[in-house]
């Protein structure tokens, strides 16, 4: 079975600085996508980054970026130019293939403070 | 991306007694999911509601205590039946975002927080 797993379940960075929240998976599948959810305090989950397994290019979102390594099974989120709105709980997710009904698998989330 | 909205935002209700969550979406969808996050955990997916077919539920859901309907394409609810305060929870609409014909991950609903007293 799939498992997403975030070892870090709290974390602080200064604002304006970068900071990286780890995530790492575990499967047998080679063809799969990867995701950070954010959560705000509001609650509203806001897809922030997706990243196709086949792609060996890192998926980048303006100040927001990804470290996939694949072999590794590790997901990692950086966010550079930290600001107080970043403030949320983050969660890796996975999905298996490009078709079908596979559903998402959640980690348990870290929940990033930004301090200003 | 698609707009979704649920309502209630949040309720406070009473033991054995039920509650249902609607879920509206601005486009038509072909799947709709519905979660529920527990204080301070993860996302667990309840079921998957197909238009026109009988919701599949995960393991640990059952459709006496979580039914669905889903009467079009732009629309589903959930009710939570019999509530106790396990029951408490933010409860989470979902649908499928699609890239040229992929499903390529997930759009939420601002969430229904119910308290079970």
């Known amino acids: 079975a799939q498992t997403v797993t975030q070892s870090q379940p709290e974390m602080s960075v200064q604002e304006a600085e970068t900071v990286t929240l780890s995530c790492t998976y575990d499967?047998?599948?080679?063809?799969?996508?990867l995701f950070w959810y954010k959560q705000p305090p509001s609650r509203q989950m806001i897809l922030v980054i997706r990243?196709?397994?086949?792609?060996?290019q890192n998926a980048t979102e303006n100040r927001f970026s990804v470290n996939f390594q694949k072999a590794a099974k590790s997901f990692s989120l950086k966010i550079s130019d930290s600001q107080l709105g970043d403030a949320a709980m983050y969660f890796c997710?996975?999905?298996?293939?490009?078709?079908?009904?596979?559903?998402?698998?959640f980690g348990k989330g870290t929940r990033l403070h930004i301090l200003p | 991306s698609a707009v979704i909205s649920q309502k209630p935002s949040r309720d406070i209700c009473q033991r054995g007694t039920s509650l249902t969550i609607q879920c509206q979406v601005d486009?038509?969808?072909?799947?709709m999911f519905w979660y529920r996050q527990q204080p301070g955990q993860s996302l667990t997916l309840i079921a998957t509601?197909?238009?026109?077919?009988?919701?599949?539920?995960e393991s640990g859901f059952v459709i006496d205590k979580f039914p669905i309907s889903r009467p079009n394409l732009t629309f589903s609810t959930l009710t939570v039946s019999n509530m106790s305060p396990e029951d408490s929870s933010i409860y989470l609409c979902?649908?499928?975002?699609?890239?040229?014909?992929?499903?390529?991950?997930?759009?939420f609903g601002p969430g229904t927080r119910l308290t079970v007293l």
């Open positions: 486009s038509q969808v072909t799947m």
């Open positions: 499967t047998s599948e080679s063809d799969y996508y």
């Open positions: 997710a996975y999905r298996r293939g490009l078709q079908g009904d596979d559903k998402i698998i």
């Open positions: 979902s649908v499928e975002a699609t890239l040229a014909g992929a499903r390529v991950g997930q759009y």
């Open positions: 990243q196709e397994a086949y792609k060996q």
């Open positions: 509601a197909n238009q026109g077919s009988e919701a599949t539920y």
